[in-house]
């Protein structure tokens, strides 16, 4: 898979089934679905540094929900234990179904977290800027090199350390990391002064040259587009709808064209598109079909069971098999991943 859109649009999928959702076996299932397309990517992009540990990140997130909730939130018929005293917020009763409530919110946010890293895995940075309307190009340059600029230091930082320890220094108190951070200071200067002496050869953020009086203003078209949006939401919130819909129409055409405008003005040129490939259609069209399933009024298809609540006594979530199986439509790249491995390594080693 090489299209960035297919990506993006399976992206949406997870995201989506995450915040319509707080079954723990719905959540479990589209967890399990997400790590599995991320370890099928990680035998491919191996070798990229990271600060901490994304497991122990993953335990201290469920860790945090889980007690911040049920020290703050005191309901549920279920008593565990009872807090003594008068502290705000924390004494109290404390329950079961708060437990199970914090640890949801907390497998919701892993979720969303994995996600975006498999995000990351899978796409480089240039394919995920290639997304990014022409009209904020610039800005999205400079923040991918904002990104992309702490693997760079981590990597740098670990070179130092390892140069350090060779000449028998060793880390025992604060004083001792000053011959680590003035290299990394000074590599990261260096760093900076190169690529933006080659963005500036290369043209970054140039302009194309605008006739004179052809000279057009897209922010003040901009400018009336938001106008037009806060009218219309405030005429629909007044009771006319009609006039109100007309309005924030209108203001979004105006933005729209304003931004499309702006983006014909900078330069943007590649060397090679993505073509969508049978994997990358597939891929989105099983996640479009999953979303219908989930958004779409479907007759006949029973979606209590994603509206679980532990609150106000626990009980067993609910489960529809329907729904289990659509879910585990997201191991689909996954196993694209998985037996198109080769495939995929030629065209990672060719973007290096």
């Known amino acids: ?16 089934l995450f915040s319509i959702t707080r079954n723990p076996l719905y959540l479990m299932i589209i967890l399990l679905c997400v790590l599995f397309v991320g370890l099928t990517l990680q035998g491919v992009r191996t070798g990229i540094p990271r600060p901490f540990s994304l497991w122990k990140l993953a335990l201290w997130i469920i860790m945090f929900a889980t007690v911040f909730n049920a020290l703050t939130s005191h309901y549920g018929q279920t008593v565990m234990f ?38 990351t895995l899978a796409l480089r940075t240039r394919d995920l800027i290639s997304l990014i309307p022409r009209a904020f190009f610039p800005v999205a340059v400079v923040t991918s090199i904002a990104v992309t600029y702490l693997p760079t230091t981590l990597r740098q930082f670990q070179q130092i350390r390892e140069a350090q320890a060779i000449r ?15 290299p990394l200071l000074v590599g990261g ?38 106008v037009l949006l806060s009218m219309g939401w405030v005429s629909q919130l007044s009771g006319a709808q009609v006039n109100g819909w007309l309005l924030i129409g209108v203001g979004g055409m105006l933005i729209l064209g304003a931004l499309w405008y702006q983006g014909r ?37 029973n979606r209590e069971s994603l509206y679980y609540d532990p609150y106000p ?15 585990l439509g997201l191991l689909t790249p996954g196993i694209f991943v998985l037996y198109g491995k080769p495939d995929l390594e030629k065209s990672f080693e060719f973007g290096k």
Not at 90 to 114: D, M, P, Q, R
């Open 82 to 119: 009872t807090i003594p005293g008068k502290l705000p917020l924390i004494s109290g009763k404390v329950t079961l179904e708060a437990v199970v409530y914090g640890a949801t919110n907390g497998l919701i946010l892993i979720g969303i977290l994995a996600s975006f890293l498999v995000l």
């Open 265 to 301: 003005q900078s330069n943007r040129t590649t060397y090679h598109r993505p073509a969508w490939g049978w994997q990358d259609i597939l891929t989105m069209l099983v996640s479009l079909c999953i979303l219908a399933l989930f958004l779409l009024p479907i007759p006949g298809l």
């Open 313 to 327: 006594k626990l009980t067993l979530p609910p489960f529809n098999p329907i729904l289990g199986l659509a879910m």
């Open 168 to 182: 028998g220094h060793q880390m025992r108190k604060l004083r001792d990391w000053l011959p680590l951070l003035m």
């Open 1 to 16: 898979m090489k299209q960035p859109w297919a990506w993006v649009i399976w992206l949406a999928t997870p995201l989506v």
């Open 189 to 226: 200067l260096e760093h900076a002064m190169q690529l933006a002496e080659a963005m500036t050869a290369r043209g970054f953020a140039s302009t194309k040259s605008v006739p004179v009086g052809r000279h057009f203003h897209p922010r003040f078209l901009m400018l009336v587009g938001v």
